[in-house]
């Protein structure tokens, strides 16, 4: 049971739920927990199902919710929403390889309090829990430069209406092979419109599957958000120019 300071001047313990598909990253988070004085371990999902299910038994109310976005069943977005809106105390922290604005801005208006890049991951996991929840936002340096660049473009973009049009760049036909064939599928329905889980179900893929196909996409296209990789795409000539 959670418990506030105790009349022997204890500091409340936060009890900590981990959802993670990579049984190796669950054990690291696990002793992390385990070792901090000021945590304590709830346990584990390595899927949004079984996430979803703690959520809906549990009577012991989770303080954190440490979780990754690419789950194999779904989205940890889900499991957000979904821990926030029964335990409105919980805080989640997302610990995810996705570093985009979009995937990060979503987890933020999900209900997300931190956000860290599994490249950027502290060894210590539990202080990093503990300063979150003594007020801390933590957030990957490398994920908060993203932001705060899109953030810029979108103020730009908002008093664009005078001046001339950037150049566009010349288009080699060696990039028509730059995506693979997969990728271009994904992005071809990012570009109609549909959702992560709309293509999974389009292509029989995971979902996790698709968002692994959209980083890579991200990264050879140098961009960080589904509309960038649009216009990107349709630049080079990989998508064509809506008519």
């Known amino acids: 049971m959670n418990t506030e300071a105790l009349d022997d001047g ?8 981990v959802v993670e598909d990579d049984s190796r990253a669950r054990a690291f988070f696990e002793a992390s927990v385990q070792r901090s004085p000021r945590l304590f371990w709830l346990g584990s ?4 199902q079984e996430a979803r299910g703690w959520l809906a038994r549990t009577t012991t109310i989770p303080d954190v919710l440490l979780v990754d976005l690419g789950m194999p069943d779904g989205t940890g977005l889900d499991v957000i929403r979904d821990a926030v809106a029964r335990f409105p105390g919980c805080e ?10 979009e995937n990060v801005l979503a987890s933020i208006e ?4 931190g956000y860290i890049h599994k490249d950027a991951a502290p060894e210590d996991i539990a202080q990093t829990i503990v300063e979150m929840k003594a007020g801390a936002s933590p957030i990957s340096p490398m994920i908060a430069r993203r932001v705060l660049a899109k953030y810029r ?3 730009s973009a908002s008093v664009v209406g005078t001046g001339t049009a950037a150049p566009e760049a010349a288009f080699d036909e060696n990039e028509r092979g730059l995506l693979s064939a997969r990728e271009h599928e994904v992005l071809t329905l990012i570009a109609r419109g549909f959702s992560y889980a709309e293509i999974a179900r389009l292509k029989g893929l995971s979902v996790h599957t698709v968002q692994t196909h959209i980083k ?13 990789a649009v216009f990107e795409a349709t630049r080079l000539g990989l998508l064509p120019h809506p008519g």
């Open 10 to 17: 204890t500091l409340r313990r936060w009890g900590v739920l």
């Open 45 to 48: 999902a390595g899927t949004v």
């Open 92 to 101: 989640p922290l997302v610990v995810s390889v996705f570093g985009d604005e």
């Open 110 to 113: 999900a209900g997300a309090v």
């Open 153 to 155: 473009s979108l103020q």
């Open 216 to 228: 890579n996409l991200y990264g050879k296209l140098a961009v960080h958000s589904k509309s960038e």
